[in-house]
């Protein structure tokens, strides 16, 4: 198993619609977990910290689950400019030091 | 806000060519971390480094070296560039490793390799 796996999509989705996706991680150990945005030919930029009680920012809300071993996103009332690719973080220590584990990515396109 | 900065943003070298790419960081970070990002395969660690003159090797390391002689700036190296080495190199910086730290990126180099 992947240490962490993404759906690559595209999610084609039209604007207005609230969209889901979820990350999945194969290491219990792991610590801290994060959504990044990237825009074509763009660097990642943060979009939020997922925390175990989940959090929520505006249209967009993330949470974790432990017992299954997945984080999601959901974002509510799309819009154009949400079209991007979704990079699920997850940052675990093994025995000798942090490790940072990218997903491939969530490709989404807002349809007008 | 913090910014790190890529010294170019488009690059384009011959194979056996010695390839340079810097990465500077204005907040003082700890960390700083070069990944290489290609279709299908996501990011890719090649090094990071936690302090001046230290480094670790990332996932993929094989064609690369990098130089951390000052905290602000760490460089990429490729010894030898060859076709394989053509992709986005993203530089990131973070101010501590743990495991609660975020990753503050550049806006990457697109580097050809022909």
């Known amino acids: 198993r992947k240490e962490v796996e993404q759906d690559p999509g595209p999610f084609n989705v039209p604007e207005g619609a609230t969209v889901a996706f979820n990350c999945t991680y194969s290491n219990s150990a792991s610590q801290s977990f994060f959504w990044y945005r990237q825009d074509c030919r763009k660097e990642p930029k943060l979009l939020m910290s997922?925390?175990?009680s989940g959090n929520e920012d505006g249209r967009f809300t993330a949470q974790l689950n432990r017992a299954s071993q997945y984080i999601s996103l959901l974002i509510r009332d799309s819009k154009l400019s949400d079209s991007a690719t979704y990079l699920c973080?997850?940052?675990?220590?093994?025995?000798?030091?942090?490790?940072?584990?990218f997903g491939k990515g969530t490709r989404l396109h807002i349809l007008p | 806000d913090v910014k790190v900065t890529q010294s170019s943003r488009y690059l384009v070298k011959r194979t056996g060519e010695k390839v340079f790419l810097e990465c500077v960081q204005d907040?003082?970070?700890?960390?700083m971390f070069w990944y290489r990002q290609d279709p299908g395969l996501g990011l890719r660690l090649i090094y990071f480094?936690?302090?001046?003159?230290?480094?670790e090797k990332g996932d993929i390391p094989e064609g690369y070296s990098v130089s951390r002689e000052k905290k602000e700036r760490f460089s990429l190296i490729l010894e030898s560039a060859s076709t394989n080495q053509t992709s986005m190199y993203l530089c990131?910086?973070?101010?501590?490793?743990?495991?609660?730290?975020?990753?503050?990126f550049g806006s990457g180099t697109q580097l050809s390799v022909l």
């Open positions: 990131a910086s973070s101010w501590e490793l743990s495991t609660n730290e975020k990753l503050f």
């Open positions: 997922v925390y175990s």
């Open positions: 907040m003082d970070h700890e960390n």
């Open positions: 480094s936690y302090d001046v003159k230290m480094k």
């Open positions: 973080v997850v940052n675990m220590r093994d025995s000798r030091d942090d490790k940072i584990i």
